[in-house]
């Protein structure tokens, strides 16, 4: 028996790094798998290094050979047709949606001043626009069917911590945590969790970062479980959450706020005042 079993996953991007990794836990336990990927190079573009327009098939080729079941898809998360043809897809395949694990992404990384629209907008394009297109037809399946389910969002610690040269990559995964929060509150009562992971892996998309260089032991493989937990019925009706993951280390994110100053005349502050009380504020 495994976590998964009779259940239908969508794992975007998940033609290799974290989203394969990811797939293929997600079958071994059970899972029919729709493995969605564009096939596209590391900055989202059709051609150049790294593109495959294979990978989703590969991915494809690795679950059916150990046994499992699963299903290629190659349409972009970036648009309304392309994210509604991923969810169809897999009703088509399976007849069902229980699981959507949202991983799809591209980096093109520049600092503030020298970064471009359109490098900002393809970024938040992928991952931002595509997380909330392909949740929201995900849900509205789920909900249609009545039996709940599990959405899990990939967002990143430099979103939530910020990162020099990401600015459209950190804000598009800044706001998949906003976006995680809200869906968690709006979909709850339909039992569907929505939760999200801020993985730490070398994969396609980080390999080349001097944090990564020599580090075996920060692999998807050791990510991909918090993905499995997020997306099982061991998870429970925990929703909202954000759970990092880096090498052997599992961990929380959380915005919290501070307890803050009262004045004590109850009046309006004054920006001197905020300065003079700005560690009471703070603290």
Known sequence: MGLLDDKVAIVT?????????????????????????????????????????????????????????????????????????????????????????????????????????????????????GTFLCTQYAAQRMIEQGDGGRIVNTTSVSGMMGNFGQANYAAAKAGIYGLTRTAAIELQKYRITVNALAPIAKTRMTEDLPMFQGMDTMTPEHVAPATLFMASDLCGDRTGHVLAASGSRMYAFRVVETRGKFKDDNQAWTAEEIAEHWDAIIK
């Open 13 to 129: 991007g998940a033609g290799g790094g974290l989203g394969r990794a990811e797939a293929l836990l997600l079958a071994s336990e059970g899972a029919k798998v729709l493995v969605n990927d564009v096939g596209g190079a590391r900055d989202g573009k059709a051609d150049g290094d790294g593109a495959d327009p294979g990978m989703a098939a590969k991915v494809v080729e690795e679950i059916r050979a150990a046994g499992g079941t699963a299903e290629t898809n190659t349409d972009s998360v970036a648009n309304p047709e392309g994210a509604k043809a991923i969810i169809d897809a897999a009703v088509a395949a399976f007849g069902r949606v229980d699981i959507l694990v949202n991983n799809a992404g591209i980096l093109r990384d520049k600092t503030l001043r020298k970064m471009t629209e359109p490098m900002w907008d393809a970024v938040v394009a992928v991952h931002l626009k």
